[in-house]
């Protein structure tokens, strides 16, 4: 350690540290803008570019961006002189001056790290009057991207290319034109962008948002024509809280239910019935899979691979089209949800398909994308007709007026309203492995399962294989891959492709934590702290629930017994199986 003196207080600093950090460590705030560090994911933004948190060290008169200055033996540094405050105030008004002035219409107002500092320092008026750019909008069926407000931090190009290795985003031009942007400045949508939204996650600004689609849902619940039914998925349920107050990791799924049913939504589902669904078709291809491995079947391949997240689909079609016959063909619960809902219940119910409105709550952009997709529709008529984000869901509540917290629990309606705790789990890494190891262990040994936690499937690590000496393999334990984040997948799957790694399953994630760190949460502003307290929150709802695996589900037998017959039958294949494109 060193030791220095900030504001006149000794501090003893670790050698390498920055300024920054050795001054959080004693609770002083340095506002920062472009800088991020999210330590635990690896991804660390140090451009030092906006210079908003330069400091004054040993009486020089240079400034130093604290972000990146290390701190070095006797440092004297000043954190908040009278000058600093006026340098601070000029970064801020330079920034404002060519920014566009739309906060009461921003979608990122109330959660723009700009326009915070901007209130912080009581920005009033601007001394500089600063061109503004004119970029056109591009607008993609996820993702907006509305690069008049980038403020160059380049927070998204690091996300994108360090942690998901996309390397979708770049800065572009020189100058006052900078921005960051896809190559040749083509709309997202044109390039192998995964809408994943972790580079939306991160914009301390409103240039990268989702597509709003709340007013979609206000409309079609005013449509006295319309069935509108509504899905939630797994992991909306320990997040949405946190947009009013609630820790993150509190169980609100009663109080989502009631919300919904508020809203006017003629039933209200649960993604989660169709995980177990999933559950169902993905551990049966697996069993089949194992069967023609072990019988040497040249035409069957291991490692299976998961097959539930849309942007990491988008990103093995993309990346991997040589891999693409590895991923099971089983559609997402979304998807399943969606078209079970369009093709079974609709008729059931006496409703044509195409006046029924599925709404799906994600805590994703992707699923917004995947909703799109042409194949997952029928004669131009979508299977998911709207795909809303936690943060969406949270506006609706509020435009509502409905005083969230104080809501009573309801229940999700008959039929698919029930799910196991192998259905919670898919909300985090590891889960869906987990959730499919549990019925496919029963199915494959012919043995009850006596206890249904995989600890050594659960954790954090980007990437992390774990055996299953339960289950035998040709003499030694089933193994499991499984990686989240887009950049530990494709380091796994490159460890797969060249025989380094051998497994016999593969879980796949794009966002960090699984989907409890998806691009639509609520945002987090760099604290990984709340998706590890969403993890929490999604293991104890598994844990506290009596049917745990999803072959147990009543409904979904019941599905089988009355519609769908056997797993991968000819119709549950019709209904809930998909194909990839290169
Ligand atoms: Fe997910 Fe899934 S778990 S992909 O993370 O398989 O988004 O929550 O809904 O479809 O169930 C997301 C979550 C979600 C699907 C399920
Ligand atoms: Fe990159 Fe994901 Fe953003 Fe697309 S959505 S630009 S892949 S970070």
């Known amino acids: 350690t060193v030791k220095i003196k900030i504001n006149g207080i000794e501090v003893e600093a670790p050698k390498n540290s920055t300024i920054l950090t050795a001054a959080k460590s004693i609770g002083i705030n340095i506002p920062t803008l472009c800088h991020l560090n999210i330590g635990s994911i690896g991804f660390i933004n140090n451009h030092a570019s906006c210079r908003m948190c330069v400091v004054e060290v040993n009486g020089n008169e240079n400034l130093y961006p604290s972000c990146e200055t290390k701190v070095q033996e006797g440092m004297e540094i000043i954190t908040n002189s009278t000058e600093l405050m006026h340098v601070r105030k000029t970064v801020l008004e330079l920034l404002l001056s060519n920014h566009p002035k739309e906060c009461l219409t921003c979608s990122k107002s109330g959660e723009c790290e700009l326009q915070t500092l901007a209130q912080e320092f009581k920005i009033k008026d601007i001394r500089f009057e600063g061109e503004q750019s004119t970029y056109r909008i591009d607008n993609s069926p996820a993702i907006i991207r509305d690069i008049d407000k980038c403020i160059m931090c380049r927070r998204c190009e690091t996300m994108c290319n360090s942690i998901q290795t996309c390397n979708i985003l770049h800065a572009v031009n020189r100058g006052f034109e900078s921005v960051v942007a896809p190559t040749h400045e083509k709309d997202l949508e044109d390039t192998g962008c995964t809408f994943c939204g972790q580079c939306v996650a991160v914009c301390p600004v409103g240039a990268l948002h989702e597509r709003d689609y709340t007013w979609d849902v206000v409309e079609a619940l005013a449509n006295k024509k319309k069935k509108v039914i509504v899905q939630v998925a797994p992991a909306v349920r320990v997040a949405l809280g946190e947009e009013f107050g609630l820790e993150p990791g509190t169980d609100v799924t009663g109080k989502i239910v009631s919300a919904l049913r508020m809203m006017g939504f003629d039933y209200v589902f649960d993604t989660n019935f169709a995980a177990d669904l999933t559950i169902m078709e993905e551990a049966t291809e697996l069993k089949k899979r194992v069967e023609g491995y072990l019988a040497k079947d040249p035409d069957v391949k291991l490692p299976i691979l998961t097959s539930c997240c849309p942007a990491w689909v988008k990103f093995i079609e993309h990346n991997y089209p040589d891999m693409l016959d590895i991923p099971s063909s089983a559609k997402s619960p979304q998807q399943m949800f969606s078209v079970v809902a369009k093709e079974i219940w609709a008729k059931d119910m006496g409703v044509d398909r195409n006046d029924l409105v599925v709404v799906s709550v994600m805590p994703c952009l992707a699923k917004k994308y995947e909703a799109s997709r042409e194949e997952f529709s029928k004669n131009g008529n979508p299977d998911t007709d709207i795909s809303i984000s936690t943060r969406e869901l ?47 262990y029963e199915w494959i040994t012919g043995n009850e399962l006596e206890k249904v936690d995989f600890e050594q499937l659960r954790g954090l690590e980007g990437i992390r294989i774990a055996e299953v000496p339960e289950l035998q393999i040709e003499g030694s334990a089933f193994r499991i891959g499984i990686a989240h984040g887009l950049g530990a997948a494709r380091e796994l799957l490159d460890k797969i492709k060249s025989g380094e790694e051998v497994v016999h399953a593969i879980e796949i994630m794009a966002c960090k934590g699984g989907c409890i760190g998806g691009g639509g949460q609520p945002y987090h502003h760099g604290n990984f702290e709340i998706i590890k307290k969403r993890f929490e929150g999604i293991q104890a709802i598994d844990n506290g629930k009596e049917l745990r695996k999803s072959h147990e589900n009543p409904y979904i037998k019941q599905l089988y017994e009355k519609h769908l017959g056997e797993p991968m039958s000819h119709k549950a294949h019709e209904l809930l199986h998909t194909k990839y494109f290169a």
């Open 394 to 440: 949270a506006e609706l509540i509020k435009q509502k007026g409905f005083n969230f917290t104080n809501l009573p629990d309801s229940e999700f309606d008959a039929p698919y309203g029930t799910s196991s705790g192998a259905a919670d789990i898919f909300g985090r890494t590891g889960g869906v492995i987990e959730a499919a190891t549990r019925t496919a």
